[in-house]
Nanobody
Framework: QVQLVESGGGLVQAGGSLRLSCAASGRTFSRLTMAWFRQAPGKEREFVAAIIWRSSNTYNTNHADSVKGRFTISRDNGKNTVYLQKMSLKPEDTAVYYC?????????????????WGQGTQVTVSS
């Protein structure tokens, strides 16, 4: 398994921006599919975005419809880190955000394919 540590959460006003980071351990980070999920109180864990390994350090990205145009997932393999840039935040974006990793490249929006998870970071958007 890969050890994942999220950071960058906090309190932000609606319309504001925030960048989450997820640092991963291990030497094979570049081979991983990485994703962000979120979970609001009383709700199930929800897919946010994934950056999916394809081949030879080539990746595709996939963003949930609810965040398209506002959130962007990216990675820096030199730093073993994946990012989630969040803009135009809304109160409904309030949740605990989790970073996840898998060596699979299929079904990247399903939490069941991920076998490594971070501890989560709280994001609260005030209206």
């Amino acid at each position: 398994q890969v050890q994942l540590v999220e950071s960058g959460g906090g309190l932000v006003q609606a319309g504001g921006s925030l960048r989450l980071s997820c640092a991963a351990s291990g030497r094979t980070f570049s081979r991983l599919t990485m994703a962000w999920f979120r979970q609001a109180p009383g709700k199930e864990r929800e897919f946010v975005a994934a950056i999916i390994w394809r081949s030879s350090n080539t990746y595709n990205t996939n963003h949930a419809d609810s965040v398209k145009g506002r959130f962007t997932i990216s990675r820096d393999n030199g730093k073993n880190t994946v990012y989630l840039q969040k803009m135009s935040l809304k109160p409904e974006d309030t949740a605990v955000y989790y970073c996840a990793a898998t060596y699979r490249s299929d079904e990247a929006s399903s939490p069941t394919v991920y076998d490594s998870w971070g501890q989560g970071t709280q994001v609260t958007v005030s209206s």
